[in-house]
C-alpha cells in the first residue's frame, strides 16, 4: 500500500516563511515526477510546482521566486520552500507523486493572515 504523508503546513503571517514535505511510503518503484498543488476555498485546484526525478522543475506563475521545490530521491520525499507568503497562498496543500499513476497525499492547511 502506497502512502504520501505532508507535513509542514500551519498558519503564519504574511511575509513569512514555511517548508512543507511530503514522504512517499510502501512498495514504491522508482518515481518519476513529484509535485504540489493547492486549493483554495472556493477555487479550482491548481499546480504549484513540480519536478522530475532529474531535478527539472516548472513553477507557476504567481510563486515564481518565492517558492522552491526541490527532492531527495533517497528519501522518496519532496520539499516545498515557501518564501514571502501572502494571503493568497492560502490553501489547502496537497503532494502527489508518479510512478505507476498518480499518488496524492491527504493535504496539509497552510493559512497566511494580514
Known amino acids: ?5 505532508e507535513s509542514g503546513g500551519g498558519l503564519v503571517q504574511a511575509g513569512g516563511s514555511l517548508r512543507l514535505s511530503c514522504t512517499a511510503s510502501g512498495n ?8 504540489w498543488y493547492r486549493q483554495a476555498p472556493g477555487k479550482q485546484r491548481e499546480l504549484v510546482a513540480d519536478i ?12 515564481k521566486g518565492r517558492f522552491t521545490i526541490s527532492r531527495d530521491n533517497n ?4 520539499y516545498l520552500e515557501m ?3 501572502n494571503t493568497e ?7 502527489y507523486a508518479e510512478f505507476y499513476g498518480r ?5 496539509t492547511q497552510v493559512t497566511v493572515s494580514a
Open 103 to 107: 499518488y496524492w497525499g491527504q493535504g
Open 89 to 95: 497562498d492560502t490553501a489547502l496543500y496537497y503532494c
Open 83 to 85: 518564501n514571502t507568503l
Open 28 to 35: 514504491i518503484p522508482r518515481i518519476n515526477n513529484m509535485g
Open 1 to 5: 500500500q502506497v502512502r504520501l504523508v
Open 52 to 63: 522530475s526525478s532529474s531535478g527539472n522543475t516548472n513553477y507557476a506563475d504567481s510563486v
Open 75 to 78: 528519501k522518496n520525499t519532496v
